[in-house]
């Protein structure tokens, strides 16, 4: 069996990791990226064949760089996975939460975790680039003192304590990550029900309402609109949306008459809907 290249954002034990796992069962030969910005470079360089990339949380909301990215590098979303997140805060075994002066993690996993943390005034919380490298260096450092908000797996992988389980504040928390890739061909029409698209629209009054009646007659379910101001030109916006549908003849229809209704259409992914 061929080992699959995959891209994370993180390294072995992060949320990106348990995605890659969990999405593409197999065994998987993995390139540890410390940035998005990294894992785009692992794709367009061919050293990986595909990469895992978080897009939206339910708490935290949209990942709106990683848009950008995906869009400025003409990488194509072929899947999507929803992962349960499970937030917990770990140190070296041993030590107890009054021990704990600081936690580093991501700023998105501190931000889910804000409520918690403010239990414990003299904790400092730090940013880091991953929920799962501050786990390692804990670990390889033997460090005191020092905590981790991270997921069960990299309590495991690097052997600390969990001191708090579930600290994230509301608790149906839930990433969207996507699968992304250099190119775009991946499943036959008849699997395919969900899609990502791009579009401009010209600044007159109804644009974006017309749009979105077109998107319903042709029986597409708007899942998901994340809008993005345009640099070049003030007060103007590009519009990132979620398609969801049951044939593929239908939403066809409706690209063909976007196509003509707006300015820069562009497909980022035609794929198979994931399960929230």
Do not use: W
């Not at 891209?7 to 390139?31: C, M, N, P, R, T």
């Not at 839930?174 to 991946?186: A, H, S």
């Amino acid at each position: 069996m061929e080992i699959k290249k995959i891209a994370i954002q993180g390294i072995k034990g992060s949320f990106h990791h348990q995605v890659a796992e969990e999405y593409f069962q197999s065994e998987l030969s993995l390139d540890e990226c410390m940035s998005f910005e990294n894992l785009v470079t692992s794709l367009k360089d061919s050293k990986t064949d595909k990469g895992v990339m978080a897009l939206e949380n339910s708490i935290a909301g949209s990942i709106v760089p990683n848009y950008a990215l995906i869009d400025n590098n003409n990488l194509h979303i072929i899947g999507e996975h929803y992962l349960d997140i499970h937030m917990n805060l770990m140190a070296l075994k041993g030590q107890k939460i009054h021990d704990i002066k600081e936690v580093h993690s991501h700023p998105i996993a501190l931000l889910q975790c804000a409520v918690f943390f403010k239990q414990y005034p003299h904790i400092k919380l730090v940013e880091s680039g991953d929920t799962a490298e501050t786990a390692r260096r804990i670990h390889e450092e033997n460090l005191v003192g020092i905590g981790a908000v991270a997921s069960p797996t990299a309590a495991k992988l690097y052997d600390l304590d969990i001191l708090a389980a579930g600290i994230h504040t509301v608790k149906s928390n839930k990433t969207r990550f996507v699968i992304v890739k250099t190119q775009n061909k991946e499943l036959p029409k008849e699997e395919i029900n969900k899609a990502s698209v791009k579009f401009e629209l010209d600044d007159t009054a109804g644009s974006l309402a017309t749009v979105l009646n077109v998107m319903n007659n042709c029986k597409l379910n708007l899942t998901k609109i994340q809008s993005m101001p345009i640099i070049e030109t003030p007060f103007q916006y590009s519009f990132f949306v979620d398609v969801v549908f049951e044939k593929y003849k239908h939403y066809e229809k409706a690209k063909k008459i976007l196509e003509l209704m707006t300015t820069h259409f562009k497909v980022l992914g035609e794929y198979k809907k994931g399960i929230a």
